[in-house]
């Protein structure tokens, strides 16, 4: 049995050109420093054998978008590239995981039903 506990925090920045109001680009860039534990049960007729490792890791993330929008219709693609890299404790192990990603999306809007834009009025009158 396996189970993992990851913990990170790091900075972020993400930009958005947008052209002739309609199109846009979008890209962004993360890292992130964390630790890591890991504690592995590995289960013998005579007893459970427990390994526990702490590891230092650092993440990165990178994304790029592009898109289409108007006032009924929207649609676009991202792309998601992230890593993570850590070498486990007291061994010369060093993990590499890179991972890809796809998101191709296509949306349409509509009016909300009237008993919603009721509700909202009656929010909105509230709010001064």
Known sequence: MLKNIET???????????????????????????????????????????????NFIFRWDTKVGVGYNVSRFYTGAYTNL????????????VNHETR????????????????IERQVKNIEKKIP
């Not at 993360?30 to 890991?38: A, D, E, I, Q, W």
């Not at 890809?100 to 008993?115: D, K, Q, T, V």
């Open 82 to 93: 992230s890593g993570i890299q850590y070498q486990q404790e007291n061994t010369t192990v």
């Open 8 to 54: 990170s925090i790091g900075p972020r920045y993400a930009y958005t050109f947008i052209a002739k109001e309609k199109f846009y680009l979008s890209l962004g860039v993360f890292g992130s420093l964390g630790y890591l534990n890991t504690k592995v049960t590995t289960r013998l007729p005579a007893e459970d054998v427990i390994i526990n490792q702490d």
């Open 100 to 115: 890809i990603f796809y998101h191709l999306f296509l949306g349409m809007r509509f009016n909300a039903p009237r008993f």
